[in-house]
């Protein structure tokens, strides 16, 4: 199983991102998918969670700022990153639950 998370960039605050994770080796529509991330120095956190009935859950942090989808027919999550903070700056992970497959990251940074 592979994830291939992409997207990422350098933002100013207030600005907007998508990101994507790409899974190959497992058909998605049959697993709950989560993003995470973890910021210089810190532990790696859960972001959001969508599971294979499309119901979400958002960490407080994040809630109203951010948006989890998927499109199992592309076997793609998205995470939509909107109103971005100086905080959210990390590194930003894909996550498959079942088996606990994770990709490579991907770099968020937003300058104030």
Known sequence: VQLQASGGGSVQAGGSLRLSCAVSGRTLGFYDMGWHRQ?????????????????????????????????????????????????????????????NYWGKGTQVTVSS
């Open 39 to 99: 910021a210089p120095g810190k532990q790696r956190e859960p972001v959001a969670t969508i599971n294979n009935h499309g119901t979400t859950n958002y960490a407080d942090f994040v809630k109203g700022r951010f948006t989890i989808s998927r499109d199992n027919a592309e076997n793609t999550v998205y995470l939509q990153m909107d109103s971005l903070e100086p905080e959210d700056t990390a590194v930003y992970y894909c996550h498959i639950p079942r088996g």
